[in-house]
């Protein structure tokens, strides 16, 4: 059994956008990531005998709805040999106007980290702030970093490096779309966003990229977007955050990605998702079924990719030894 001792406050590995984090750190997350998907892939041994994180407890505060994100979190750390707490925020007293300070103070005592999916973005900082726990991001209507560190292992498994390739985004320019291009800078790849011109990402987001010296094209033409793309991407045209309107459909109508789509990209375009889809909206049904797409490679991958992150976050200085292993 490997003994981890709590890290200092001061050296605090939280997760709250991959910008946070250095290009070597992401890149080691990754590739921990891949090491530990063979390890379990490999029927012929346990998967995690030293049970790293052994001892540890991770909390889940879910505001929004999630299958994957908790539950790759929850088996990713029952796996890693720690214990997981789920807690609803309507059955605390956060739901009865406790505040974030004192859940954050209290909870860091309990637990080891704390994922946080929510609807407002300012919570997550503000949980992150009073915590003496890595607090990860979970999802908010900002970003999703823990997607796409998934995406990024998927895309290498099937493309090799991502280090140059280039990737289009096809339709609301959403959280995940924010992350994504974050992750552009930090990985090395360059990326066109096709979306309304009322639905751009964020621009502090781009901006930010750019700064970092990232290639990234925002368009409101798709096919101009995805020609020369070795991957394409798409997301719900309603987020969680998101009012149901048709209106935001009708706009969104010309950014689906079918075969027409696929075809004015490279030919071994990967399509990927992050899933939950909607067929016959963003993506059509050829297109999610077909053989570019990856879309439930890249649903496991979150599991692998969880696993990583949460070595990194809690894993002291020696996290990367269970790669080593493999
Ligand atoms: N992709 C994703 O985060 O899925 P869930 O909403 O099911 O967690
Ligand atoms: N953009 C979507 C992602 C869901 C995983 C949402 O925020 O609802």
């Given at each position: 059994m490997t003994i981890i001792s709590r890290g200092s406050p001061t050296l605090l590995r939280h997760f709250l956008d991959l910008r946070d984090l250095d290009a070597a750190t992401l890149r080691a997350i990754v590739d921990v990531a891949s090491a530990v998907k063979r390890m379990q892939h490999d029927r012929t041994r346990p998967v995690h005998p030293g049970r790293p994180l052994e001892g540890r407890t991770l909390g889940l505060i879910m505001s929004k709805p999630s299958t994957r994100t908790r539950l790759s979190f929850e088996i990713g750390m029952?796996?890693?040999?720690?214990?997981?707490?789920?807690?609803?925020?309507?059955?605390?007293?956060?739901?009865?106007?406790?505040?974030?300070?004192d859940t954050a103070r209290v909870l860091s005592r309990f637990l080891d980290a704390l994922v946080v999916r929510t609807g407002e973005r300012s919570r997550l900082t503000e949980l992150a702030h009073w915590a003496s726990i890595p607090v990860i991001n979970g999802l908010t209507p900002h970003s999703h970093p823990v997607q796409i560190l998934a995406d990024i292992l998927t895309f290498e498994e099937h493309r090799g490096a991502v280090r140059d390739s280039h990737w289009?985004?096809?339709?609301?320019?959403?959280?995940?779309?924010?992350?994504?291009?974050?992750?552009?800078?930090?990985?090395?790849?360059?990326?066109?966003?096709?979306?309304?011109?009322?639905?751009?990402?964020?621009?502090?987001?781009?901006?930010?990229?750019?700064?970092?010296g990232a290639r990234i094209t925002l368009t409101s033409d798709p096919a101009d977007a995805v020609r020369n793309a070795d991957c394409i991407v798409t997301d719900t045209w309603t987020s969680m955050s998101d009012e149901e309107s048709q209106s935001r459909l009708d706009t969104l109508k010309p950014y689906q990605v079918n075969a027409a789509l696929m075809a004015k990209a490279t030919p071994k375009a990967l399509f990927m998702h992050c899933l939950p889809a909607h067929i016959g909206e963003e993506v059509t049904e050829d297109v999610f079924e077909g053989t570019s797409s990856v879309v439930f490679d890249e649903a496991e991958n979150r599991l692998h990719a969880q696993k990583g992150l949460l070595l990194w976050a809690l894993g002291g200085d020696n996290w990367q030894s269970v790669a080593r292993e493999s």
């Amino acid at each position: 059994m490997t003994i981890i001792s709590r890290g200092s406050p001061t050296l605090l590995r939280h997760f709250l956008d991959l910008r946070d984090l250095d290009a070597a750190t992401l890149r080691a997350i990754v590739d921990v990531a891949s090491a530990v998907k063979r390890m379990q892939h490999d029927r012929t041994r346990p998967v995690h005998p030293g049970r790293p994180l052994e001892g540890r407890t991770l909390g889940l505060i879910m505001s929004k709805p999630s299958t994957r994100t908790r539950l790759s979190f929850e088996i990713g750390m029952r796996q890693l040999g720690g214990d997981v707490a789920i807690l609803s925020p309507t059955d605390m007293q956060l739901g009865r106007g406790e505040t974030l300070a004192d859940t954050a103070r209290v909870l860091s005592r309990f637990l080891d980290a704390l994922v946080v999916r929510t609807g407002e973005r300012s919570r997550l900082t503000e949980l992150a702030h009073w915590a003496s726990i890595p607090v990860i991001n979970g999802l908010t209507p900002h970003s999703h970093p823990v997607q796409i560190l998934a995406d990024i292992l998927t895309f290498e498994e099937h493309r090799g490096a991502v280090r140059d390739s280039h990737w289009a985004w096809v339709g609301d320019g959403n959280n995940v779309a924010n992350s994504l291009i974050e992750s552009a800078a930090r990985f090395g790849f360059s990326l066109s966003l096709a979306t309304p011109p009322s639905m751009q990402p964020a621009a502090d987001v781009v901006a930010w990229a750019r700064a970092q010296g990232a290639r990234i094209t925002l368009t409101s033409d798709p096919a101009d977007a995805v020609r020369n793309a070795d991957c394409i991407v798409t997301d719900t045209w309603t987020s969680m955050s998101d009012e149901e309107s048709q209106s935001r459909l009708d706009t969104l109508k010309p950014y689906q990605v079918n075969a027409a789509l696929m075809a004015k990209a490279t030919p071994k375009a990967l399509f990927m998702h992050c899933l939950p889809a909607h067929i016959g909206e963003e993506v059509t049904e050829d297109v999610f079924e077909g053989t570019s797409s990856v879309v439930f490679d890249e649903a496991e991958n979150r599991l692998h990719a969880q696993k990583g992150l949460l070595l990194w976050a809690l894993g002291g200085d020696n996290w990367q030894s269970v790669a080593r292993e493999s």
